[in-house]
């Protein structure tokens, strides 16, 4: 297959630090959208796959899926998109298109298995995907979203990964006036949770481990906020709550937050600690609750979470960077110093 040579910031191996290299990328399909990577967030799955956690990183890697760029070249049979237009891409890049799943527009379960915009299998050229550190990015029209004109592009680019692995659940749980809605961990999925979860109308309380967040959760929004080692304001909501979305990346005890739901409530768990979770039988048969699951969304619903954002006004608190600076962007990003997402401006890394 025909291919393009391509500037893009990756690393061959877990203890290397992350560098300019240069990748191949399939030239346009008939089907395929090009654009030029404008900005890239900085999502803790991008730190879990360049350190390994999950033991299925392939190399080299280009981190990068939450991508906003603008139509640089359309193939012969794109109806969606023009030279010029801006674009985003998430974490979805292709899937079978024909099983329930796909039909049904929850391609994150394709049957056959979906295609991540990085580290995954790539079904059309062979080899593995490349993210959005890099200058140009191409896929199939299907996948690719229609960015509305956010004041503020940059800080938009997160909704394409935390905004949609946020919104989902929100929205399938049922975030509404009247529900009590969790919301366990205060980073880059966290913050927006609580600016989702307010536009939805419902009342939000958060949970966090650092004593700063405290106050800087009600500026976000949230109704209440906890430090979680407070045992007493912890226990204040004791079967009071509808839902938690439970957004932490490391291990933790979940059975804290089951004993917070109501009857019939869940436990949504969002975040991805490499470990194995444990959870008390008593924890869950009593109140008939239940700990569950999500991964972030279908490409129909993703486009709505953007619509719903625009709409709403909400972007992440960002910190903008340039590429130079995105090993220590990770090294912040894993002691939790980030106010809420770091965003690269691909423009700093020169063609
Ligand atoms: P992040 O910005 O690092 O936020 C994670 C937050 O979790 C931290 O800010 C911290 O909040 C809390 N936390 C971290 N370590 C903790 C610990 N040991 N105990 C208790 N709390 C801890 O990460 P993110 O980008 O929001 O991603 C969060 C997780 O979701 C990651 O595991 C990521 O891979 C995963 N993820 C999943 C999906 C999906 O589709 N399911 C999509 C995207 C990301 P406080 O300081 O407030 O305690
Ligand atoms: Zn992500």
């Given at each position: 297959m025909e291919t393009k040579q391509v500037k893009a910031y990756g690393k061959e191996s877990v203890t290397q630090p992350l560098?300019?290299?240069?990748?191949?990328?399939?030239?346009?399909?008939?089907?395929?959208?090009?654009?030029?990577?404008?900005?890239?967030?900085?999502?803790?799955?991008?730190?879990?796959?360049?350190?390994?956690?999950?033991?299925?990183?392939?190399?080299?890697?280009?981190?990068?899926?939450?991508?906003?760029?603008?139509?640089?070249?359309?193939g012969g049979h794109v109806k969606g998109f023009k030279v010029g237009d801006l674009a985003a891409v998430g974490c979805i890049v292709d899937s079978c298109g024909h099983c329930e799943y796909c039909e049904d527009g929850i391609e994150q379960f394709c049957d056959e298995g979906v295609?991540?915009?990085?580290?995954?299998?790539?079904?059309?050229?062979?080899?593995?995907?490349?993210?959005?550190?890099?200058?140009?990015?191409?896929?199939?029209?299907?996948?690719?979203?229609?960015?509305?004109?956010?004041?503020?592009?940059?800080?938009?680019?997160?909704?394409?990964?935390?905004?949609?692995?946020?919104?989902?659940?929100?929205?399938?749980?049922?975030?509404?006036?009247?529900?009590?809605?969790?919301?366990?961990?205060?980073?880059?999925?966290?913050?927006?949770?609580?600016?989702?979860?307010?536009?939805?109308?419902?009342?939000?309380?958060?949970?966090?481990?650092?004593?700063?967040?405290v106050e800087d959760a009600k500026r976000l929004g949230a109704d209440e906020a906890v430090l979680s080692s407070d045992a007493e304001a912890m226990s204040k909501y004791n079967r009071k709550l509808h839902f938690i979305i439970d957004t932490v990346s490391a291990k933790h005890d979940v059975n804290t937050y089951l004993n917070l739901l109501r009857p019939d409530g869940s436990v949504v768990l969002v975040g991805l600690p490499p470990e194995a979770l444990e959870i008390g039988a008593f924890?869950?048969?009593?109140?008939?609750?239940?700990?569950?699951?999500?991964?972030?969304?279908?490409?129909?619903?993703?486009?709505?979470?953007?619509?719903?954002?625009?709409?709403?006004?909400?972007?992440?608190?960002?910190?903008?960077?340039?590429?130079?600076?995105?090993?220590?962007a990770f090294e912040r990003l894993e002691k939790g110093d980030v106010h809420y997402r770091f965003v690269i401006d691909m423009a700093s890394l020169n063609q």
């Open positions: 560098h300019e290299m240069t990748i191949s990328r399939r030239a346009i399909q008939p089907h395929d959208v090009e654009f030029e990577v404008l900005y890239c967030g900085i999502c803790h799955s991008d730190l879990h796959q360049i350190k390994n956690d999950f033991s299925h990183t392939m190399w080299p890697i280009v981190p990068g899926h939450e991508i906003v760029g603008r139509v640089t070249a359309v295609t991540f915009s990085f580290n995954s299998e790539d079904k059309v050229s062979g080899g593995h995907t490349f993210g959005g550190f890099s200058k140009t990015y191409v896929c199939n029209e299907k996948y690719v979203l229609k960015m509305p004109s956010f004041e503020n592009l940059a800080a938009a680019a997160p909704l394409l990964c935390a905004g949609i692995t946020v919104y989902s659940p929100l929205k399938h749980w049922g975030a509404a006036p009247g529900k009590k809605v969790g919301v366990l961990g205060i980073g880059g999925l966290g913050h927006l949770a609580i600016k989702i979860a307010k536009a939805m109308g419902a009342e939000v309380i958060v949970f966090t481990t650092s004593p700063n967040k924890n869950v048969v009593s109140g008939r609750k239940s700990f569950s699951g999500s991964n972030i969304g279908g490409i129909a619903e993703t486009q709505e979470m953007l619509d719903f954002c625009f709409k709403h006004n909400i972007v992440a608190e960002s910190e903008i960077i340039n590429i130079d600076y995105v090993n220590t």
